[in-house]
């Protein structure tokens, strides 16, 4: 059986490991709209609080628009 302080520090691990994830994926849409001189993009996987604090302490604009006919969708402003 696994012990409480084990499971509290693979819990841990999962997410930061998630976080890391998610905000590869949000620099990916953020470098391709750069790229192509916008000042926003869209990130089509889902944003954890974790991340949405980071990307926003980072001085980005997060809000989520995802919905059941479109699915997962972030815009990030800068």
């Not at 059986?1 to 819990?11: D, G, H, N, P, V």
């Not at 790229?35 to 974790?50: A, I, P, R, V």
């Amino acid at each position: 059986m696994i012990k409480a302080r084990e499971a509290r520090e693979q819990s841990g691990n999962n997410i930061i490991d998630t976080t890391e994830i998610e905000l590869l994926a949000a620099e990916k849409s953020i470098q391709k709209a750069v790229n192509e001189g916008k000042y926003s993009c869209w990130c089509y996987t889902y944003l954890h609080d974790q991340s949405v604090n980071h990307l926003r302490a980072l001085g980005y604009t997060v809000k989520n628009c995802s919905d059941q006919r479109d699915g997962t969708m972030f815009e990030i402003k800068w």
